[in-house]
């Protein structure tokens, strides 16, 4: 059974270009969130998708937008980008929207913007 | 918006001593606290979690500790080992399982 998937796992980018960062729940999942992690900081709320529609959304501004198809699986695209959108992308899914079922992480993709 | 507090922020331990991680948080409608584990180049894993009916849940040298009145919960490793050196992150959730993490702990275990 594999679990979280995302890619790629690195990306270059130079400011002012656009980013797609792709992501495959694990097998049973229908909620898939996003997160941001800078270095050495703790992971950073960007949106949650269920049944296909933005459910949640952390303080990031409109340049983040994100999809979800039919399968379940995600994409994040990052418009415009700044040297500070450097980060680890996290993605993590989970069964359903209610309750406090376990959050499963990928293994990110590391994006660097120059 | 809500935070959690965590503490303190890297932690130097001999193997085979106890590494004790703190966190506080403010809303007391939390009802779920994990604790994950990231290793370099890796996505945060579940390493153990507490409800708040209960004060301390215990797996194996993992024991999540519970003060609701204080609204603190902390992680405390046993026998610490040299692999057990990670970053580790409380978190708690908000609205719909959006998790709210800490600062992070760096933890090193020395031989």
């Known amino acids: 059974d594999a679990g979280v998937t995302q890619s790629p796992t690195h990306l270059i980018k130079t400011r002012g270009q656009q980013v797609t960062l792709r992501c495959s729940p694990k097998s049973g999942h229908d909620t898939v969130s996003w997160y941001q992690q800078a270095l050495g900081q703790g992971p950073q709320f960007i949106f949650q998708y269920y049944e296909e529609e933005e459910r949640q959304r952390g303080n990031f501004p409109d340049r983040f937008s994100g999809h979800q198809f039919p399968n379940y699986s995600s994409e994040l695209n990052v418009n415009a980008l700044l040297l500070g959108d450097s980060a680890l992308y996290l993605c993590?899914?989970?069964?359903?929207?209610?309750?406090?079922?376990?959050?499963?992480f990928g293994p990110g993709t590391r994006l660097t913007v120059l | 918006q809500q935070q959690v507090k965590q503490s303190p922020q890297s932690l130097i331990v001999q193997k085979g001593g106890i590494s004790i991680i703190n966190c506080a948080y403010e809303?007391?409608?939390?009802?779920?606290f994990p604790w994950y584990q990231q290793f370099p180049g890796k996505g945060p894993a579940l390493l153990i979690a507490i409800r708040p009916d209960v004060s301390e849940k215990k797996e194996g040298r993992f024991t999540i500790s519970f003060n609701k009145s204080a609204k603190q919960f902390s992680l405390h490793i046993m026998d610490s080992q040299p692999g057990d050196s990670a970053t580790y992150f409380c978190?708690?959730?908000?609205?719909?399982?959006?998790?709210?993490f800490g600062t992070g702990t760096r933890l090193q275990v020395t031989l």
């Open positions: 809303n007391t409608a939390f009802d779920y």
């Open positions: 993590a899914s989970r069964g359903g929207l209610a309750g406090t079922d376990t959050q499963y």
């Open positions: 978190a708690a959730p908000g609205t719909a399982s959006k998790l709210t």
